[in-house]
Every structure is written in structure tokens, then in C-alpha cells.
């Protein structure tokens, strides 16, 4: 079975629903997070007016899609503001992170790991902090 990205937002969940595939194969989706997306798309709850401060963002998809249509932006990127090591999501060590935004060419970049109160997400405690 094809996994799809592990991340998604509304538009790719409600394409798997269309298409009558399971939501489990989006990466940390399981049977019980499925039935909430699935009763979302089926019956929205009513979604509040987004905060004057929050106009103008763009989803996750409507960023891609922008991009997509604009490779030459991607050139402006000076760095990344969100970034998670191996003590989050096992992505890397921080030097890791470092060289490859180096690579990229940004001019910084953002450590945001996970406290220990967001365990769901491999939060780190005091003492793998002070590591």
C-alpha cells in the first residue's frame, strides 16, 4: 500500500475520502483518528472567523501549491524557524540540522524540539535538555 505524506491538511484527507482509501495512510493516523477525520469531512463543525492577526497565511497545501508555481521563490528562502532534532522526531542531531541548512545556503535556522509536556511527539525532558 502507497503511504501518503505525513503531512496533510484538509484538502488531502478529504481527496482520500473521495477516493474511498483509508486515512490511516497518512503516517500517526490510526483507526480511531480516522473516524474524527472522516465525521469532520462528512459533517464540518462550523469553523470560527480566523483572527485579523492570522489574515493572509497559508495552509501547508496552499503554500506548496504556490510554490510549485513558483520555483524561483524557493531561491529567496534565508532559513528555517521550525526545526526538529533526533530528541523530537528523530530527524538528526542539531549538527546534523546546522550542515544541512548550510548546504541549503540559509542564513539560520530555528531549533524548536518538543518540551516533555508533548510526549505524543517524543518530547524531551530537563535532562536530555541539558544534553
Do not use: C
Request: charge should be neutral.
Amino acid at each position: 500500500m502507497r503511504r501518503a505524506s505525513p503531512t496533510f491538511g484538509p484538502e488531502e484527507a478529504a481527496e482520500l475520502v473521495r477516493q474511498h482509501r483509508s486515512l490511516t495512510e497518512f503516517a500517526a493516523v490510526g483507526p480511531y483518528l480516522e473516524k474524527v477525520i472522516r465525521r469532520w469531512i462528512e459533517d464540518p463543525p462550523p469553523i470560527p472567523k480566523r483572527p485579523e492577526i492570522r489574515e493572509g497565511f497559508l495552509t501547508m497545501t496552499e503554500a506548496r501549491t504556490v510554490l510549485a508555481k513558483n520555483l524561483s521563490w524557493l531561491n529567496g528562502i534565508k532559513g528555517d524557524l521550525q526545526m526538529h532534532t533526533q530528541w523530537s522526531d528523530r530527524s538528526g542531531s542539531i549538527e546534523e540540522m546546522a550542515e544541512a541548512a548550510d548546504r541549503r545556503g540559509y542564513e539560520y535556522i530555528a531549533i524548536t524540539d518538543h518540551s516533555q509536556g508533548l510526549k505524543v511527539a517524543r518530547g524531551i525532558d530537563a535532562v536530555q535538555f541539558r544534553e
